[in-house]
């Protein structure tokens, strides 16, 4: 592929990923636009793209189920867009840190958060690290996050939590209300007598 000095879009649809593949495409000087879906989980619950290389490349969309992109300093300089996937289970073993603060030049993400097999709590821990990560980012880029593969007793339940969460919320401010009210009511009214000299 070095021959291919002028190529700006590229889409590959591959079993396997390996690090060789990848200096052979972050070295592409024209690259603009890259589709990488892998057909099955790699060997690695990661694929980690380095500070050098693909300096002119503006989208990235990566698919594989069961492995997670991680940037490292400095890396895809002038990345605008980013969809991806991330696959709670695999997530939760590095901490859920994806490097998302190093691509400087990001305006939009879309992350496609896989939950087969992860519990609420985990789903909302991945949930919450993207969110934090992407709030603090300089360029505050938009986010879309779109669960895959959640457990629909599993998402009701979380609707039911939540649901829960807000009436307790309106009932202790209710008792509030009502316990400052009668506080209130109870305090003696003071008589004001003016005496005339």
């Known amino acids: 592929m070095a021959p291919l000095c002028n190529l700006i879009d590229l889409n590959i649809n591959i079993a396997e990923l390996t690090d060789e593949d990848i200096l052979i495409l972050r070295e592409l000087p ?25 300096p002119y ?13 991680m940037f490292e300093p400095a890396a895809l300089p002038k990345l605008e867009r980013l969809s991806t996937t991330v ?22 993400i879309n992350i496609q958060v896989l939950c087969y097999g992860a519990s609420a709590s985990d789903i909302k821990h991945v949930e919450h690290a993207i969110s934090t990560t992407v709030r603090y980012h ?5 986010m879309n996050i779109e669960k895959r593969g959640m457990d629909l007793n599993l998402e009701e ?13 309106k009932q202790a401010s209710k ?12 305090l003696p009214i003071e008589e004001h007598h003016s005496s005339s000299a």
């Open 87 to 108: 696959h709670v289970i695999r997530a939760k073993a590095y901490g859920q840190q994806f490097g998302i603060e190093h691509l400087k030049s990001l305006k939009q």
């Open 138 to 142: 300089p360029n505050h880029p938009r």
């Open 57 to 69: 490349l503006k989208e990235l969309i990566f698919s594989c189920e069961g492995t997670c992109l």
């Open 157 to 169: 339940r979380n609707k039911r939590e939540h649901s829960e969460d807000k009436n307790m919320e």
């Open 30 to 54: 024209s690259l603009h636009y890259l589709d990488l879906w892998l057909k099955s989980p790699q060997k690695d619950d990661t694929i980690v793209i380095h500070g050098e290389g693909f």
């Open 175 to 186: 008792e509030d209300t009502n316990h400052a009210n009668k506080k209130r009511r109870k």
